[in-house]
């Protein structure tokens, strides 16, 4: 089993940024695809972004590509967002996952953290 814990969520104003760190731990993840989700009150969880741990291309949702990283610290064991240039629609609980590589669906979740951009 993979654990994923959330940090960094806040309230920030708009155009500022903000930085999540997922702990991963567990079992390695070295073949894990990473994801970052997020779900807006009334609205189904929605996918950011996503990367094989091991390495290679991050894969973005248009909604945010060009203000938000993903990276990871191999040495630590934590994924991060970098969010800049924050809008008041960022506004969600942001929630790290992890799957096997092969597998279709991520199946492992953090507890969220949540994020509030004012405008």
């Known amino acids: 089993q993979v654990q994923l814990v959330e940090s960094g969520g806040g309230l920030v104003q708009a155009g500022g940024s903000l930085r999540l760190s997922c702990a991963a731990s567990?079992?390695?993840?070295?073949?894990?695809?990473m994801g970052w989700f997020r779900q807006a009150p009334g609205k189904e969880r929605e996918f950011l972004a996503a990367?094989?741990?091991?390495?290679?291309?991050?894969s973005y949702a248009d909604a945010v590509k060009g203000r938000f990283t993903m990276s990871r610290d191999r040495v630590k064991n934590v994924v991060y967002l970098q969010m800049d240039s924050l809008k008041p629609d960022d506004k969600a609980v942001y929630y790290c996952?992890?799957?096997?590589?092969?597998?279709?669906?991520?199946?492992?979740w953090g507890q969220g953290t949540q994020v509030t951009v004012s405008s």
């Open positions: 996952a992890a799957k096997w590589r092969g597998d279709p669906k991520f199946d492992h």
């Open positions: 567990g079992r390695t993840v070295s073949n894990y695809v």
């Open positions: 990367r094989l741990w091991s390495g290679g291309d991050t």
